[in-house]
């Protein structure tokens, strides 16, 4: 079973962009049939989706897009998240997840999810 | 955006009995319906894709059901690790816009 694991600071102040990692421990991101995303999830917001990277396009929620870039490093196998201009509302649970599907279509569902990392906003 | 409301908030149900879960969707997903089942301090785990197909290791008495706006998560026979925080998550739309409902908190009278 593919495991995830999501590694970064836990605390930045308001401003800051915050860089989060997300590697598969002995494996590799390398199939060409495997997307992925970002979720988060805060007391307040409940599970929101960050965004998710098809091939080499970002997709994102609208009111995260301006300011989220989402990456693959097939080569050192990891997968990344930057979040610019952090404010208090940033405050979450981080999660990388692989998106699959049944029949190799768009219509794709979580699965695995990383542990998650905790990620506080505050000055 | 499609908003998934979930109901009820919370449910306490007796080992052995039935939850039933529902989730409901602001406009057509048509199948497109995944739930997950979090523990305290875990990532959430996925139950059901394709609003019926129970993902792998899933015991039989989790059943989903439903299309369109309308869904149900189904636990026929409530065991005591079944207790836990159940999220539908849609997955409808290209280009993508994921969006979860505020999950049911199902607790073990």
């Known amino acids: 079973q593919l495991q995830l694991q999501e590694s970064g600071p836990g605390l930045l102040k308001p401003s800051e962009t915050l860089s989060l990692t997300c590697s598969v421990p002995?494996?590799?991101?390398?199939?060409?049939?495997?997307?992925w995303g970002w979720i988060r999830q805060s007391p307040g917001k409940g599970l929101e989706w960050i965004g998710s990277?098809?091939?080499?396009?970002?997709y994102s929620t609208a009111s995260l897009r301006s300011r989220v870039i989402i990456s693959l490093d097939t080569s050192r196998q990891h997968l990344s998240l930057r979040l610019t201009s952090v404010t208090a509302a940033d405050t979450a649970v981080y999660y990388c997840?692989?998106?699959?599907?049944?029949?190799?279509?768009?219509?794709?569902?979580?699965?695995?999810w990383g542990q998650g990392i905790q990620v506080t906003v505050s000055s | 955006e499609i908003v998934l409301t979930q109901s009820p908030a919370a449910l306490s149900v007796s080992p052995g009995e039935k939850a039933t879960l529902s989730c409901r969707a602001s406009?057509?997903?048509?199948?497109?319906l995944a739930w997950y089942q979090q523990k305290p301090g875990q990532a959430p785990r996925l139950v059901i894709h394709?609003?019926?197909t129970r993902a792998t290791g899933i015991p039989a008495r989790f059943s989903g059901s439903g299309s369109g706006t309308e869904f149900t998560l189904t636990i026929s026979s409530l065991q005591s690790e079944d207790f836990g925080v159940y999220f539908c998550q849609q997955y409808s739309q290209w280009p993508p816009d994921y969006t979860f409902g505020q999950g049911t908190k199902l607790q073990i009278k």
């Open positions: 990277l098809f091939y080499e396009t970002i």
């Open positions: 394709g609003a019926s």
């Open positions: 406009q057509s997903v048509r199948n497109n």
């Open positions: 997840a692989r998106l699959v599907s049944e029949h190799g279509d768009d219509h794709r569902w979580f699965d695995p």
């Open positions: 002995g494996g590799s991101f390398s199939s060409s049939d495997n997307f």
